[in-house]
């Protein structure tokens, strides 16, 4: 080892630099992870299953090849975790439901047979909110990620462990979904870094659905660069996914290390700042981020959304009304199986009529086109809050499911648009604030760019969470 | 304090509320109406509200009464063939007017020609062979 930094502070791009000079081996690397997991994940919970025989069987793989000269690309050697929601073939995968707690898919799912093709190391499957809708929940049959900056706080969710491994360093980088903010809370939350790529960008094929027009693959890394290079191998066209976009992949890293002259980005201040409940903290700290963009060559110009309840109704409606159509019949014959808050949720959309949901997918079509044909003709990308308020506590939510949420993610799910959630500072208590920077449709590369240099420039990234916790490697 | 950068000035808010704009432009304007001093909430030329986003549209939970609303609720689950846990219900049935209130929202005045986003086109299953 030649490093005197920790293992897992090592960005992928290094580790990779390493893994190819002969200083570094996967299997110590994965050995490193797999000892970090054991000490911290007891508390954290954010796996559900680490696959550790698997993971070696990878690493050694992964050694051999490199040291023949055989270079799968960016993440050759490097350990991944999936959301419980991702099959793998001969690995169980229970989307965190006693519905499918005895599930062992026969097929990977896209993703999964991308990460290995790619000689990833896989390290096991994260925790979920139930079927990627209900949570925080103690009634399912494991419990719920806690957050690593502090054990009383809520993850966000659904991509509950992924957020957690990722900020506590059990893994730099881990596949979330997201269909109305399941990759974007648990990053805001947990001060890791997530990308929601454009609606069709990343197959969704053997990703269990939630809502079949919201539903997007993407992951929660610890920078910038290393959710580049996750993109680089997960992304491209499946024609079997019907939501699939055949348009050529780019190099997701292409705009790193750029500045920001040149480019202009609209700040709807309004969109958020008149919202119900949210913390002066978050006001302050997309003022302050909005501040660095424009020291960064940026123009940053004010902008006006259309209103946020309008695009909440219509996500709100298509999702339920598909969670529904998907889970109807078992929540029909066998209710008491699924969690209080899953099945609150889910029920709901019994109610909704076609009318609904036929106007709701008229509205998303005008709002997509005012976001699409309007705001992001204009300029190359949006920035806006994340969250209304840092992560709560596990002790404030209630017995019965709450209807409304305090994230601002779901516009981005009815658009489609390519949207990063990066870290912007700490409340005053010690936990994670953070934005969404908004980008044309296909263009990550530009939204990448944004993120890579306001993380460079505001140092949040060096702000890791203690733990806490009796951290032995 | 202002900065210069990227053609944008940008000066720290004065306060939280409707009635100031934080930022200041220099050299580029903005090109998207920003919102007024009013509470008056500007966005497309077809939606027009007239309150902040808490406030828009119908809010049945003031409107109609629990009784009227659990009628209904109890209508639909029959309907759906759903026989609601007891203890589960209260939970729906503010998540129900929740949906009730959201589902307002989406009546705005439309043309009968402005379709909805997910008009397929047949080259989607003629791909995938």
Same mark, same amino acid.
């Given at each position: 080892m030649s490093t005197a930094r920790p293992l897992h502070e090592l960005s992928i791009a290094e580790a990779g630099r390493q893994l190819r000079s002969g200083t570094l081996s996967s299997t110590t690397l994965t050995q490193h992870l797999l000892s970090r997991i054991a000490s911290l994940d007891p508390l954290l919970h954010a796996f559900v299953l680490v696959s550790k025989e698997r993971a070696l069987a990878d690493a050694e793989r992964a050694d051999r090849e490199l040291k023949a000269g055989i270079d799968k690309g960016s993440l050759h050697g490097i350990p991944y975790a999936l959301k419980d929601i991702y099959a793998t073939a001969g690995m169980r995968t229970t989307c965190h439901s006693k519905l499918l707690i005895n599930n062992v898919p026969s097929e990977d799912s896209v993703v999964e047979a991308k990460f290995k093709a790619g000689g990833a190391v896989m390290l096991g499957k994260l925790a979920t909110h139930e079927f990627a809708l209900g949570g925080p929940s103690f009634d399912l049959p494991f419990p719920p990620a806690r957050n690593p900056w502090n054990l009383e706080h809520f993850t966000g969710g659904s991509s509950s462990g992924s957020g957690a491994a990722v900020a506590a360093g059990l893994v730099r980088t881990a596949m979330g979904s997201d269909t109305g903010g399941s990759i974007r809370g648990p990053a805001f939350y947990c001060g890791? @870094?997530? $990308?929601?790529?454009?609606?069709?960008?990343?197959?969704?094929?053997?990703?269990?659905?939630?809502?079949?027009?919201?539903?997007?693959?993407?992951?929660?890394?610890?920078?910038?660069?290393?959710?580049?290079?996750?993109?680089?191998?997960?992304?491209?066209?499946?024609?079997?996914? !019907?939501?699939? &976009?055949?348009?050529?992949? !780019?190099?997701? =890293?292409?705009?790193? /290390?750029?500045?920001?002259? /040149?480019?202009?980005?609209?700040? %709807?201040?309004?969109?958020?700042?008149? &919202? +119900?409940?949210? =913390? %002066?903290?978050?006001?302050?700290?997309?003022?302050?981020?909005?501040?660095?963009?424009?020291?960064?060559?940026?123009?940053?110009?004010?902008?006006?959304? !259309?209103?946020? +309840? *309008?695009?909440?109704?219509?996500?709100? @409606?298509?999702?339920?009304?598909?969670?529904?159509?998907?889970?109807?019949?078992?929540?029909?014959?066998?209710?008491?199986?699924?969690?209080?808050?899953?099945?609150?949720?889910?029920?709901?959309?019994?109610?909704?009529?076609?009318?609904?949901?036929?106007?709701?997918?008229?509205?998303?079509?005008?709002?997509?086109?005012?976001?699409?044909?309007?705001?992001?003709?204009?300029?190359?990308?949006?920035?806006?809050? #994340?969250? *209304?308020?840092?992560?709560?506590?596990?002790?404030?939510? %209630?017995?019965?499911?709450?209807?409304?949420?305090?994230?601002?993610?779901?516009?981005?799910?009815?658009?489609?648009?390519?949207? $990063?959630?990066?870290?912007? /500072?700490? =409340?005053?208590?010690?936990?994670?604030?953070?934005?969404?920077?908004? /980008?044309? &449709?296909?263009?990550? !590369?530009?939204?990448?760019?944004?993120?890579?240099?306001?993380?460079?420039? &505001?140092?949040?990234?060096? #702000?890791?969470?203690?733990?806490?916790?009796p951290i032995a490697v | 304090m202002a900065l210069g950068h990227g053609g944008a000035i940008y000066s720290p808010p004065q306060h939280c509320g409707l009635a100031k704009h934080s930022l200041q432009f220099a050299v580029h304007k903005p090109r998207v109406k920003p919102l007024g001093c009013s509470r008056e909430t500007w966005f497309h030329p077809s939606f027009r509200l007239s309150t902040s986003s808490h406030d828009i549209g119908v809010d049945p939970m003031s409107t109609q009464d629990d009784p009227s609303l659990e009628r209904e609720f109890d209508m639909l689950m029959v309907k759906a063939g759903a026989a609601v846990p007891q203890d589960y219900r209260a939970g729906i049935i503010a998540g129900y007017g929740d949906m009730k209130r959201l589902t307002a929202l989406l009546r705005q005045p439309r043309a009968a020609a402005d379709e909805t986003s997910n008009v397929y086109t047949l080259t989607a299953f003629v791909r995938s062979k």
């Open positions: 890791t @870094v997530g $990308l929601k790529p454009t609606y069709g960008r990343v197959s969704r094929r053997g990703v269990f659905p939630l809502s079949y027009t919201l539903d997007h693959c993407g992951p929660l890394s610890w920078t910038v660069e290393d959710a580049a290079l996750t993109m680089q191998v997960i992304a491209g066209h499946d024609p079997l996914d !019907p939501a699939s &976009a055949d348009i050529p992949t !780019p190099d997701f =890293s292409s705009g790193l /290390g750029q500045d920001l002259i /040149g480019l202009t980005l609209a700040y %709807p201040r309004s969109f958020f700042a008149n &919202a +119900e409940g949210i =913390s %002066p903290e978050v006001i302050a700290s997309l003022d302050a981020a909005a501040q660095q963009l424009a020291k960064l060559g940026a123009a940053v110009e004010e902008a006006t959304l !259309p209103n946020f +309840e *309008l695009f909440n109704a219509c996500g709100r @409606v298509i999702l339920t009304s598909e969670a529904y159509a998907i889970h109807e019949q078992d929540l029909l014959t066998r209710p008491l199986d699924y969690g209080r808050y899953t099945y609150q949720r889910m029920m709901v959309g019994a109610t909704i009529s076609a009318a609904d949901l036929t106007q709701a997918f008229r509205l998303r079509r005008e709002l997509a086109t005012i976001v699409n044909g309007q705001i992001l003709e204009t300029y190359h990308a949006i920035i806006t809050a #994340n969250g *209304l308020t840092p992560a709560p506590r596990f002790d404030e939510f %209630p017995v019965d499911v709450p209807p409304k949420m305090t994230l601002q993610t779901m516009p981005f799910n009815v658009t489609g648009n390519p949207t $990063l959630a990066i870290p912007t /500072g700490m =409340s005053k208590s010690g936990l994670p604030l953070g934005m969404q920077i908004v /980008g044309r &449709a296909f263009d990550e !590369p530009t939204v990448l760019r944004i993120g890579a240099a306001y993380e460079a420039a &505001a140092g949040w990234i060096h #702000n890791r969470p203690s733990c806490e916790l | -």
